[in-house]
């Protein structure tokens, strides 16, 4: 799925709510499931810095908060303030394997409008899970 317009607007609107005094490093993402519904979220900082957390976090926790555990995310867009498209950080990596395994992550640099796009396998080969074999 490519950046639409109305999910660019609405991701430039987002990136005003993150709580980010301590990094100014705003982020925003909305995931789209397979059947269109969006979810939004932002990064929220804490004074107690790991209190704080990431925007894809925000969004996939309101996207299983909505849905439950099924939710099937098919896009994970992702915009910074920045000149270079950020991936996500390797905790959201994480997350991501395991409640958008089939996702296409698009992260736009709002500053020069570069778009980077990855499979969720491609961010995370081998992510951990409980289910792996451990005689391999
Ligand atoms: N951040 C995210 O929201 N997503 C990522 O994948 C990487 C980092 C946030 C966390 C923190 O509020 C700020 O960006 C700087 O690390």
Known sequence: MSLPDAVRSELRALLT???CPYSRFPVAVIIRD????LFRGVNVESAAF???FCAEKAALGAAVTALGSGVAPETVWIATD???ATPPCGSCRQLLSELAPDA???SWAVETDVVRRWTVAELMPDAFDFEVDSSE
Request: charge should be positive; aromatic fraction near 0%; avoid cysteine.
């Open 104 to 106: 296409e992550v698009v």
């Open 17 to 19: 709510h993150a709580r």
């Open 34 to 37: 397979s059947v269109g519904t």
């Open 82 to 84: 920045t000149r270079v």
């Open 50 to 52: 790991p209190s704080g």
